[in-house]
């Protein structure tokens, strides 16, 4: 067995000591005890540190008691109400509070601002759960127009293809010897007569040719069997795919991929990042990895491109810029492309 390395009498000696102390503390000891030479010692520094604990908390008592009698008007003493203007003042003075702070690590502000900000923070709150169940309104209600979308769509789609309009022939010819296109016929119609469209391209398919035949039906639906099949590759990759992105880049002569992604969404209601992945299967040009490859040098040209450069005497690339642009309609890649024909809005050459 194992015993304590602590000898007998020491252990003894401990708890007699404590044994002292806690009856020193608990016991009144008089004054005639206190003075009696036999009287230990430790009882008598004990009891002295008790009264002084005593004497401090019936102080402290007294002068809060004052203090409180004063602060409402009920006792008029010069000197205590000296002592609490001074306190006041003390505790108020900036230096102290900053060290309060400091020390504390809290803030002190005056009540009337705690309040206000309490109503701030509350106010604050009521507004963003508000955003948010106006976001999730939103949100459903994005989803239920989607899904009410897509049965228009398809309802649409059947309607045309009842009438034969998806056999519709927009570039084939109505009249071999004016060579009028079928799109063109259905737009003359239409300023002429004010024909509705579909009315007009019913109209024009009376003549065989605007009418597409089944092997050109079948090689349509094909292509976009393949185009979606591309699309749906495009957004499940979206995370990678989208910065291949060009916005700026022309989709087709005269309108850029941001301009047909503006179009696919306001027109069919497509959401913006699926009319993305639909600019980029339509057009490879839409996409910047696209443009690296069929035009590397100018795509250099373009990183480098200085729009604070001066262009000329009292013109900077970037106002050849939109000069080019609001003059000629012209896409702002293209005019970039002009403007840098000039070394001095390439960075580096200026």
Same mark, same amino acid.
């Not at 119609?189 to 024909?195: G, H, N």
């Not at 990895?289 to 604070?308: M, R, T, V």
């Given at each position: 067995?194992?015993?304590?390395?602590?000898?007998?009498? *020491?252990?003894?000696?401990?708890?007699?000591?404590?044994?002292?102390?806690?009856?020193?503390?608990?016991? #009144?000891?008089? #004054?005639?005890?206190?003075?009696?030479? #036999?009287?230990?010692?430790?009882?008598?520094?004990?009891?002295?540190?008790?009264?002084?604990?005593?004497?401090?908390?019936?102080?402290?008592?007294?002068?809060?008691?004052?203090?409180?009698?004063?602060?409402?008007?009920?006792?008029?003493?010069?000197?205590?109400?000296?002592?609490?203007?001074?306190?006041?003042?003390?505790?108020?003075?900036?230096?102290?509070?900053?060290?309060?702070?400091?020390?504390?690590?809290?803030?002190?502000?005056?009540?009337?601002?705690?309040?206000?900000? !309490?109503?701030?923070?509350?106010? !604050?709150?009521?507004?963003?759960?508000?955003?948010?169940?106006?976001?999730?309104?939103? !949100?459903?209600?994005?989803?239920?127009?989607?899904?009410?979308?897509?049965?228009?769509? =398809?309802?649409?789609?059947?309607?045309?293809?009842?009438?034969?309009? #998806? %056999?519709?022939?927009?570039?084939?010819?109505?009249?071999?010897?004016?060579?009028?296109?079928?799109?063109? %016929?259905? *737009?003359?119609?239409?300023?002429?007569?004010?024909?509705?469209?579909?009315?007009?391209?019913?109209?024009?398919?009376?003549?065989?040719?605007?009418?597409?035949?089944?092997?050109?039906?079948?090689?349509?639906?094909?292509?976009?069997?393949?185009?979606?099949?591309?699309?749906?590759?495009?957004?499940?990759?979206?995370?990678?795919? *989208?910065?291949?992105?060009?916005?700026?880049?022309?989709?087709?002569?005269?309108?850029?991929?941001?301009?047909?992604?503006?179009?696919?969404?306001?027109?069919?209601?497509?959401? %913006?990042? %699926?009319?993305?992945?639909?600019?980029? !299967?339509?057009?490879?040009?839409?996409?910047?990895?696209? =443009?690296?490859?069929?035009?590397?040098?100018?795509?250099?040209?373009?990183?480098?491109?200085?729009? =604070?450069?001066?262009?000329?005497?009292?013109?900077?690339?970037? =106002?050849?810029?939109?000069?080019?642009?609001?003059?000629?309609?012209?896409?702002?890649?293209?005019?970039?492309?002009?403007?840098?024909?000039?070394?001095?809005?390439?960075?580096?050459?200026?």
């Amino acid at each position: 067995f194992f015993t304590s390395t602590v000898p007998y009498h *020491k252990k003894f000696t401990m708890a007699l000591l404590r044994r002292k102390i806690a009856t020193a503390i608990i016991t #009144d000891i008089d #004054d005639e005890t206190l003075q009696r030479e #036999d009287t230990e010692t430790i009882l008598i520094v004990i009891t002295l540190i008790k009264e002084a604990l005593y004497g401090i908390l019936i102080a402290f008592a007294v002068l809060s008691l004052a203090l409180f009698i004063d602060c409402h008007f009920l006792l008029k003493l010069p000197m205590v109400h000296n002592f609490r203007r001074a306190t006041m003042s003390l505790v108020n003075d900036r230096d102290t509070m900053i060290n309060m702070e400091e020390s504390s690590g809290l803030k002190f502000i005056d009540m009337n601002e705690y309040n206000s900000k !309490v109503k701030e923070i509350d106010i !604050v709150t009521k507004k963003i759960a508000l955003g948010e169940s106006m976001f999730e309104r939103a !949100v459903a209600d994005i989803k239920s127009m989607d899904a009410e979308r897509e049965q228009y769509v =398809q309802e649409k789609s059947k309607l045309t293809a009842s009438l034969d309009l #998806d %056999r519709f022939c927009h570039m084939c010819l109505w009249s071999k010897s004016q060579q009028i296109t079928c799109a063109s %016929r259905v *737009k003359a119609l239409q300023r002429t007569y004010d024909t509705p469209r579909h009315t007009a391209m019913m109209s024009a398919m009376k003549k065989e040719s605007c009418r597409k035949s089944d092997e050109d039906m079948e090689k349509r639906a094909r292509q976009e069997k393949r185009k979606k099949a591309k699309e749906a590759e495009q957004m499940e990759h979206w995370a990678e795919k *989208k910065k291949d992105f060009c916005a700026e880049c022309e989709w087709e002569e005269g309108k850029t991929c941001v301009e047909r992604v503006n179009f696919l969404n306001e027109r069919y209601l497509i959401p %913006r990042e %699926r009319a993305k992945a639909t600019a980029m !299967v339509e057009s490879n040009e839409c996409k910047f990895s696209h =443009q690296k490859k069929a035009h590397g040098p100018q795509e250099e040209k373009l990183a480098n491109f200085c729009p =604070q450069c001066q262009w000329g005497p009292h013109l900077t690339c970037q =106002q050849r810029v939109e000069y080019l642009m609001y003059t000629y309609k012209v896409t702002q890649r293209k005019a970039k492309l002009d403007a840098i024909q000039k070394p001095t809005c390439v960075k580096g050459r200026a």
